[in-house]
């Protein structure tokens, strides 16, 4: 299926899932405040006292024993979460800082570029990281609001502007979209081998099955899903060799860090040519955050600007 478009955005998004995970442990913190090796001492039993969640070999797993090892383990890291959240909120609602719907659609579009629908990709990310619409959009809203507090005091000018924008002229260009399956083996000859099976007739999709060494599209029938032209997280030749096929036409192989790979072209979309207005503020965005304090930094300037404080010591970042 996706995986690099996966791994892009867990990176993104993983701190929802811990903060959902400390909605429960919050709940039980004041029972599950005490040191959990007391629980994990009963051994048959568990914790009398507190609702028994699992068992093996005998010995029994309670809820208290559970919430004191989630605590300790991602507490603190969930708390500054929550904490930078509220501090988000109070700096953006300060200096009359918004993101526009337009804004977040745009990055929610990002975020599902490699999905093939919103459909697919809110699946994913129900899946793979549990996450609802709303959590997703939420985390996408903040991240915009941050990188604004970002560069609020940073000034680009309108000349530093268009200079990047002419030594970068493929940003008003308009890009294609390739959605591709692919078959991928770890010698060359088993590639042309799979390539010349193909071209006799034999499913693409039962080779992948049978042969790719991708073992997440694999099981998918190859499928990859749609990149974009300039898609930094695909080889060069790939995207070349896309380029150069009608939907339906296979072709390589071509060396990727995968492997080999037989390629198939299954759709190719061109977009309109972008806003020159909306490149403007993305590229005046883009180099105003390679001025500013990197967003840990300016999350650390906010808890300090507002007065955080870590009320209770198991809960301070070792």
Not at 17 to 32: E, N, S
Not at 225 to 253: C, N, R, T, Y
Not at 254 to 283: H, I, K, M, N, Y
Not at 302 to 308: P, V
């Amino acid at each position: 299926m996706r995986k690099i478009q996966i791994l892009r955005t867990v990176i993104v998004l993983q701190t929802v899932c811990l903060i959902a995970l400390a909605a429960l442990a919050v709940l039980r913190w004041p029972q599950a405040h005490g040191d959990d090796r007391d629980a994990a001492d009963d051994g048959a039993a568990g914790d009398k006292g507190s609702r028994p969640v699992a068992e093996i070999g005998g010995r029994t797993i309670a809820a208290d024993e559970l919430m004191a090892r989630l605590m300790r383990e991602h507490g603190p890291a969930v708390l500054r979460r929550m904490l930078v959240r509220e501090a988000i909120r109070m700096e953006a609602e300060a200096h009359g800082i918004s993101v526009s719907e337009r804004e977040l659609e745009e990055e929610l579009a990002r975020l599902m570029e490699g999905y093939g629908d919103e459909e697919t990709f809110y699946e994913a990310m129900r899946e793979q990281l549990g996450m609802s619409p709303d959590d997703v959009r939420a985390d996408a809203e903040e991240r915009l609001l941050l990188e604004k507090i970002a560069v609020r005091p940073i000034l680009i000018t309108d000349e530093e502007v268009e200079a990047y924008i002419r030594e970068h002229p493929e940003l008003l260009e308009p890009k294609a979209r390739y959605t591709f399956s692919w078959i991928v083996t770890e010698e060359r000859d088993e590639a042309e081998a799979v390539r010349d099976r193909l071209e006799a007739g034999e499913p693409f999709e039962e080779q992948a099955r049978d042969y790719s060494i991708d073992g997440y599209t694999a099981e998918y029938g190859g499928f990859y899903g749609m990149v974009e032209s300039d898609d930094p997280f695909l080889e060069a030749e790939v995207l070349d060799l896309l380029a150069s096929l009608e939907p339906g036409e296979i072709g390589g192989p071509v060396w990727t860090a995968e492997g080999w790979a037989v390629v198939r072209l299954d759709d190719r979309e061109s977009e309109e040519p972008p806003d020159v207005r909306r490149v403007r503020e993305q590229v005046r965005m883009q180099l105003g955050l390679a001025e500013a304090p990197s967003l840990k930094e300016v999350e650390d300037a906010l808890l300090d600007k507002y007065g955080a404080k870590i009320l209770d010591d198991g809960l301070k970042a070792q």
